[in-house]
């Protein structure tokens, strides 16, 4: 992919990425997330175990793409806001 294709994969990626943090989920969405990346040209996310009440990610997933996710548990509801983003 070459830089600009890879630019203008990375807006439509975003696009759809912001929809998941309108949203609180059970998890962390990362299967939605992979999805996003895929479709798009990118690599999925690296194998790892998340934890924590609250945390955060930043992994390659394409030659100039970084992958920024942020998770936080709402204590009321036990589910999770999912804030994620390619730069």
Known sequence: ?????EHKAQRRANRKLEEIGKVYHNGLALAE???ILT????RAMEEAIYC???GGV????????W????WHKKEETGRFEVLA???
């Open 58 to 65: 930043h992994e390659q997933v394409g030659d100039r793409t």
């Open 39 to 42: 479709a798009e040209g990118f």
């Open 52 to 54: 924590g009440r609250e």
């Open 85 to 87: 983003y390619l730069s």
């Open 33 to 35: 997330i992979d999805a």
């Open 67 to 70: 992958l920024r996710m942020s």
């Open 1 to 5: 992919m070459t830089s600009a294709e």
